[in-house]
């Protein structure tokens, strides 16, 4: 038997035009209202048909997410907040996973359109370029990017301020008196990598400390990559007293590396992340970081998407997001981690 929108008024004791409104969401019903029809519905068991609302209405409901990497908990945190505010919105997200593969994540964004979605939120892929963004907005006025940002592209954006993030880190560490400093997690396709990497070899620059190319490692963001970047700079690199990382992944990562050769992140050499992750303060010890608000970022950036959606002519959105330096265990003087791993070598430890 089909359950229609009389059997639902009947069963909430309103009109049919007020279960339409409720079911659209419409802003003038009265909260206790739309729960009685939400109920009336749920018990005779109405399903609302989105599809032929959305050929009335000339809207969907659903919003594209693309996103890079939802293996990492900076990015899926991110995506959370966003799609948690998107339904707050009476949105549904239809989110895709590219595994940092440009390809991937163009064949989404060309597909998507069959699915006539309102908006379009993007965080590209490593190596994406801004003709895949264009693409998309020769066919939807309503496209956001987010975290990460395409140079040249005329989009609204919503991001950390990654280069003073960095800078944050670079200022604590040169404060305790290092100088012999690495970064872990170049990678030249994404834009928060270049900001991050700007940052390091500007505060080098500033303190006139000499930039050995051997200390800028290009690597993936992955726990794997900080392992081997800091086995390989621990070969290579006998003078180093601090290891900055693209993210918090790649500095657990480092962790493992220096726990493997003997050394403890903080005592025998320093080591921060980026994004401030929840893992991150639960290893031992605690990791120093720069917290980047990963569900407030995703939130803020579906809600400039749905104004955008509303105001499809206004003025472009470019925000950056301050981060926040959060100090924890894994760093330290540089004169205590020398004066450690000279009595370690010594054997005198």
Request: aromatic fraction near 6%; charged fraction near 20%.
């Amino acid at each position: 038997m089909i359950v229609t929108l009389a059997d639902v008024a009947r069963a909430a004791g309103v009109s049919k035009s007020t279960v339409s409104l409720v079911l659209n969401d419409n802003a003038s019903i009265p909260e206790r209202t739309k729960q009685r029809v939400k109920e009336a519905a749920r018990q005779v068991g109405y399903v609302y048909n989105r599809r032929a609302a959305g050929l009335r209405s000339q809207k969907s409901g659903l919003i594209a997410i693309a996103i890079n990497d939802l293996e990492s908990p900076y990015f899926s945190g991110v995506v959370a907040g966003a799609q948690s505010e998107l339904e707050r919105q009476g949105y549904m997200a239809i989110i895709s996973n590219s595994f940092e593969n440009p390809a991937v994540q163009s064949e989404f964004l060309t597909r998507i359109r069959e699915f006539s979605v309102d908006g379009v939120m993007i965080c590209p892929a490593a190596g994406a370029q801004s003709d895949m963004v264009e693409t998309v907005q020769s066919w939807t006025s309503s496209v956001i990017l987010f975290s990460r940002s395409l140079e040249g592209l005329d989009a609204d954006f919503i991001g950390g301020d990654n280069f003073s993030g960095m800078q944050k880190i670079m200022r604590h560490l040169i404060d305790l008196g290092h100088r012999n400093i690495a970064h872990i997690g170049s990678n030249p396709g994404a834009s928060t990598s270049r900001d991050r990497v700007r940052a390091y070899l500007g505060a080098l620059h500033e303190e006139q400390i000499p930039h050995e190319p051997g200390r800028l490692v290009e690597c993936v963001g992955t726990r794997e990559a900080g392992y081997k970047a800091m086995h390989h700079l621990l070969q290579t690199d006998k003078a180093l007293t601090a290891v900055t990382c693209h993210n918090d992944t790649l500095a657990f990562g480092v962790f493992l590396a220096l726990q493997e050769a003997g050394l403890a992140p903080g005592r025998d050499i320093a080591v921060t992340g980026c994004d401030n992750v929840s893992e991150a303060e639960l290893w031992h010890p605690g990791l120093t970081t720069v917290d980047v608000p990963k569900s407030e970022l995703g939130r803020l950036a579906a809600q400039a998407l749905t104004h955008r959606l509303q105001n499809p002519g206004g003025a472009r959105v470019a925000r950056k997001i301050e981060s926040k330096l959060i100090v924890r265990g894994s760093t330290s003087p540089a004169a205590s981690i020398t004066s450690h791993r000279s009595r370690f070598v010594d054997g005198r430890s």
